[in-house]
């Protein structure tokens, strides 16, 4: 049985909570709330009877407000739950370069992918490059954080990636400039 109680009822709560105590000199983030945006983004995978594999991503970009700038999500060919994931951040990340941001705060929701990602862990050999790729990106930013995340808060991520999974290619289902 579950003790802990659960402290976030929804995203924005949870957001506007890690961004007041970042803000508030608890944490290590510099600027206003304003300058940030936040990226969610999820992988999904799955071998429906062992025919033919199907993965994706997706990723949502809001600014510090909460308000959407895009969402998308695309199919991938990749063989593995933790290389969706990474894809994920990975395409989040050049959508967000793309939109001009210059601080990111990335919400995921893969303990792996994070420790992947700041090299406190072995990185798997199937995941060298793409982690690569996203170190250098990563680079294009003033400043990036990287939390991890309740999947429960993550659902609309977690939606965009498995619709990918279903698709053909790329798919922008919103984009403001």
């Known amino acids: 049985m579950l003790k802990a109680p659960i402290r976030f009822v929804c995203w924005r709560d949870y957001v506007g909570e890690i961004l007041e105590e970042e803000l508030e000199g608890r944490g290590d983030l510099e600027g206003s709330s304003k300058e940030w945006a936040i990226l969610n983004m999820d992988g999904s995978y799955y071998d429906p009877a062992f025919k033919n594999v199907c993965s994706g991503c997706g990723w949502i970009i ?4 909460g308000r959407v700038r895009t969402m998308a999500s695309r199919k991938l060919e990749v063989g593995n739950p933790l290389a969706s994931e990474a894809y994920g951040l990975y395409y989040g990340l050049v959508e967000a370069k793309g939109l001009g941001v210059e601080r990111l705060l990335v919400l995921l929701d893969s303990w792996s992918l994070e420790k992947s990602v700041r090299m406190e862990m072995n990185v798997p ?3 060298r490059l793409v982690v690569s790729l996203i170190t250098e990106v990563m680079k294009d930013f ?5 939390f991890v995340i309740l999947r429960e808060t993550n ?9 990918g999974a279903r698709r053909y290619k790329k798919e922008v289902i919103l984009q403001i400039r």
Not at 62 to 65: L, N, P
Not at 142 to 146: G, H, Q
């Open 62 to 65: 809001r600014d510090a407000y």
């Open 125 to 127: 050999k199937y995941l």
């Open 142 to 146: 003033l400043r990036v954080k990287i």
């Open 155 to 163: 659902f609309s991520a977690d939606y965009l990636a498995k619709r």
